[in-house]
């Protein structure tokens, strides 16, 4: 799974990635199944070692299991 260094991911990039709706985002967030996101008028945003790690944490070795690559938005 290929992850864009230079990108940062967004709330519907990550719930598109891994194929679930925002109340579990929360609930993973919560658990710390994924890291907590940085804000940026007042909407969230994870750094790619964020995803990265939530990808491992998640998905363990059968990264295949990921929905489908995501083009996450522009802001650096």
Known sequence: ??????????TRDL???YGITSATLWRWRRS??????FKLNDQN???PEQV????R???GDDLD???KEVAPC???
């Open 32 to 37: 710390g199944r994924i890291p907590e996101p």
């Open 45 to 47: 945003y994870w750094r």
């Open 74 to 76: 522009g802001i650096s």
């Open 57 to 59: 944490q998640i998905l």
């Open 65 to 67: 299991m990921v929905k």
């Open 15 to 17: 719930l598109a990635r």
């Open 52 to 55: 990265a790690e939530a990808d």
């Open 1 to 10: 799974m290929h992850i864009d260094q230079s990108r940062i991911y967004r």
